[in-house]
Every structure is written in structure tokens, then in C-alpha cells.
């Protein structure tokens, strides 16, 4: 499911892609719960069997990256509830991979809901995309493959009803999106429960942080509000880069005295990250809270370029 967003992605089809990358990280998710209970039968002696690290790490590996993609298109498209709810799943498999012995779980309810036409979409066209591919495959090749005029027929008898269903799609996004009590938190969801617990009263804020190779993403989430996002066009590499900058001198000033020429210095650097992190948009929609969360992400933790 996961190659298939990818595909899709890179085919930019977006609002297919969120479809099958939801599908990959709800497999991912049933696999690791999966993989937990038969470690547990087998320690305990009912049943089951210990899964090797390595199978283990490989997963925790290659499921990060589906999320990350899958947060970052939701993100683009205004799917500011969902992102939120892969924020939450992200931040848990973050800390496995820092700790594969944390006791940070998301339960069975804790997973990212396919609407029902987004579920259509995976139970009747997911081997239909398959094939797709492997009609263009076929005709990148030189010459053509040897099926290549029984795939394109397949295709051509199949199209109209594909096309038809990703209308359906295309109209269920803007739909969703235009309704503002879409990305308000779902107290009923495991995923968007934790945010809402922290959220007590109106003069608390919680917000994400979520960075990608190309930009910031920043979600505020409020008391009975709509979720808001916010975008800082600064790229991964560049905010690395002064997140060191602003380590060293710090370490410098503790090992000797720091001159004012460090001072500045180390003002102009704290100033540039809190821009970043803070923006002006953010900081007036956040004025009124007195007391401000923020969701811990490893990735924003990151100290090397």
C-alpha cells in the first residue's frame, strides 16, 4: 500500500495517495500490535514467538517514512485533523526507534479512519492502480512488451468506471474540506483523545511541530476550535544547520566567559529559530493562552544537518 502512495504521489495524484498511505499505516500499525502479542505469548509461555530486533527495526524504519508522507500531504491538502491524529502515531514510532523498550502504545482504537468512499477506493481499485503500472512498465520498455495491446484493452474497458470513482473521491476532499467541524478534536478517536485531554481549558494551547525536507509545518490546536496549521518555508537542512549553530555557542559560553560579540551573536540565532517555530501568524492566535504545550517530536529535536 505504501509503493502504491508512493506512485500515486510522485503521479500527482494526491488525494489518491492519502488514500493508500492511510491503508499502509493502518497495516503497519495492525502488524506491530500483531507482532507485540506474539512476543508477549512467547515470554509468558502461551503461544507465540519472539520476534528478531532486526525484523522489528526494519519495520519501525520503513513505516516512519509512510507517515511522514502521509502527515505532510494531509497537511498540503488542509487535512489538519487527520494530520494531527499521524502526528500522534509518528511521535510514538519516533520514540521506539530512540527506544525500542518504551511502553508508549496507541491502542486498536488508535488508528487513522478511511471514510467509506476512501475505503471503496482500497477494496475495489487498489489492484486496478497495481495494473496501471505495470501497463505503463510495458510501455516503457523498447519495444513493448508482448501483453502491451491486452493490457491497454484491459485498461480502456476498466477507465470510465476508475474515473468515475476518483470524481467521487476528488468531490468527498473538497467537501470534507470545506466543513470546519471536520478538524475539530474527535474526542471519540484514541488519537485526537490525548490532545483533547490536555486541553482542559479555553486559555490552553497545544502545538505540533512537523518538518519535512522543504518546510515547517505547525498545528494549534485549542479547546472546542478548529485545528490551524501553519507553514514556515524553511527547509530541514537550514533549521539542522542553525539548531547546531545555537548548541555551540551555548556550549562555548559555558566553558568560558561569554563577551558580547557571544551574546549577540547567540540572540541573532535564538531569535531566527524562534521565528521559525513561533511565527507572528501563530503568535496572535495563541496570544490569549496562558499556558502552552508542545507535542514532543525527535525530529524537531534534531541537532544534525
Known sequence: MSGIGFLLEKQK??????????????????????????TKQAIFGTGGELIPQEKSRVLRESATGTYKALANLLLIKGNVLEAQQVLELLKIQELREFDPTTRARISSTGKVDLDPVEQAIIDKYGSYITFNQKLQDCEHQKPVCADYDSLNNLWKANKAEYDRAIAALEANVKQRKNQDEQNVLDPKNELSRKAADILKDDKTALIYFFVTGQRIWIILATKGEVLRRFEVAVDRKTLSTQVVAFRQLMEACQQRVCTAADTEEIKAVSQKLYGWLFPVPLQKKSKAKSSIWYSRS????????
Open 13 to 38: 495524484q494526491p488525494e489518491l495517495a492519502i488514500v493508500f498511505y492511510k491503508q499502509a499505516v493502518n497495516n503497519v500499525e495492525k502488524l506491530k500490535q500483531s507482532m507485540e502479542q506474539s
Open 298 to 305: 525527535i525530529a524537531i529535536c534534531a541537532t544534525s544537518p
